[in-house]
């Protein structure tokens, strides 16, 4: 059974910083192109970073460009999302991701192949 976990959401003040961790077990880390998602509310679910398999190439919706940086641990398994900067307009629900495809195709949510259960983050202003 295949599972994302995610932490590290919570309450920060804008112009903030927060890190996400997501734990995937039950698939070889190393095989999936790995990413963030966010879910504001009563707003669609949207891209934020997607990583590649090996950790080389990287994706940013333009909203988070220069903010945000996704990386991967491989010794680890374990992903991460350091946020920076952060605005009330980051307040969302953010999910890990997982899929088979390429990092580059992944902003594309429906060939997603799992989703984490989403962790809460809340800037203040």
């Known amino acids: 059974q295949v599972r994302l976990v995610e932490a590290g959401g919570g309450l920060v003040q804008a112009g903030g910083s927060l890190r996400l961790s997501c734990a995937p077990s039950g698939l070889t880390f190393g095989n999936y192109a790995m990413g963030w998602f966010r879910q504001a509310p009563g707003k669609e679910r949207e891209f934020v970073a997607t990583i590649s398999r090996g950790g080389i190439s990287t994706y940013y919706a333009d909203s988070v460009k220069g903010r945000f940086t996704i990386s991967r641990d491989g010794a680890k398994n374990t992903l991460y999302l350091q946020m920076k900067s952060l605005n009330p307009e980051d307040t969302a629900v953010y999910y890990c991701?997982?899929?088979?495809?390429?990092?580059?195709?992944?902003?594309?949510?429906?060939?997603?192949?799992?989703w984490g259960q989403g962790t809460q983050v809340t800037v203040s202003s």
């Open positions: 991701a997982a899929a088979r495809t390429s990092a580059q195709t992944m902003g594309n949510m429906k060939i997603v192949d799992y």
